[in-house]
């Protein structure tokens, strides 16, 4: 316990924590979380981002809280105390940007309501706020969420790109003067079974670059 | 892991959800207010932007004072009903009622060219959830000025696309009548002809919330059919 205490807000192993979901530990490529909202929200790279840094703040206060709150979550009920956690943080965040932030407000419409089902919060309570200390939690929720909107960002760019030939809704496509040569933007681009296919092709892509993330076949 | 005894943790949930209920409840009333002045300022905006004047959140309610001249509400025979708010009628409630008892409000606003046009407006259903919108007819009564659309809830970058400039910006100079007969304005899956006055593109991926536009459009103008008909000039 006292080794605990005197270890520096940013030892290697807290930083560890905040870059571990970005690759080798990633919530979508790797533990497979949060997969739906991937798909709902990565047709255009605004709305992505946005629920990227909500889901962000969501995660890493809720896990504060819980990691807090550890020693007196009675472990029998300990999965509704964390969703009454979660589904009070994402309504006070609601309410705030209706009152405060009405254009991101409407921006993100019922996706902020969604936060609540993100398998990823649910994930990183059970697996790592109800057995930290709160700083360590408050990394791992950053972290986390960083290593979504990583993802999402990824996704979001090529849908928008090669599905509405924007990005940011500047239309990239058109300034290059592409169309005239015929092409036209992939209206299977945006729909939900691209995100899929494109979440599959990230993670061949960097089990193939990263041998040791791939899972043992199961005889 | 520590046993916990079944009073702990009834006294446990107990304290927890008065705490939230009392956090959510102080949340709610205390941000009212600035909730209710953003929904009146993005009315207003919506309003302005329906007949092509782009408001900001900053400036929407003084420049409604200065565009929008008239309101009233009028009932489906197109009769002039006083003592009734136009800008406080909630046309969803309205819609529950029988036809002949609804109250239809009608906004007059003068655009920039000079141009006295009126603004309805307009509710119906999406795919998730409400959509609405504000219509503006030039004074034949019968060309669209402007459109602006809104929604609750539709999908980011596919039923959303409504409320975008480029889908809007389709609707203007398309025709609600067909001589005497209303049309409204329809929208076509795969794209309109160019020379159709009734019709527009729909928004590829947005089907349901196409369809519902088109539904919205059809039900809440017919309701104004007598009153067009009788000022159409």
Known sequence: ????????????RNIKLLTAPLHKDNPITIQVLGICSALAITVKLKPALVMALSVTIVVAISNVVIAALRSYIPDR???IVQLVVIATLVIMVDQILKAYAFDVSKQLSVFVGLIITNCILMGRLEAFAMANRPWPSFLDGLGNGAGYGLILVIVAFFRELLGSGTIFGYPVMEKIGIYTTGYENNGMFILPPMALILVGLIIWAQRSKDRSLIEEKQS | MRQFSNRYIFVFST??????????????TLLQPAQERNQEIEKKKSMLESIRIPASRQNAVELYDKYIRESFVINTRGEVLEGIDAFNVALRNEQRKPAEQQSLPVFRAVTDEGE??????????GLWGPINGYISLRRDMNTVYGVTFDHKGETPGLGAEINTPGFENMF?????????????????KGGARKDDVHGVDAVSGGTITSRGLENMLFDCLEKYNDYLLKNRN
Do not use: C, H, W
């Open chain 1, 1 to 12: 316990m006292n080794n605990q205490e005197k270890e520096p807000l940013f030892s290697a």
């Open chain 1, 77 to 79: 009920i300990r999965i």
């Open chain 2, 15 to 28: 304290v927890m959800v008065v705490i939230v209920a009392v956090l959510l409840s102080l949340a709610a």
């Open chain 2, 116 to 125: 006295q046009v009126i603004i309805l407006p307009l509710e119906g259903k």
């Open chain 2, 172 to 188: 203007r100079d398309k025709k609600l009548y067909e001589d005497q007969t209303f049309v409204s304005v329809k929208v076509v």
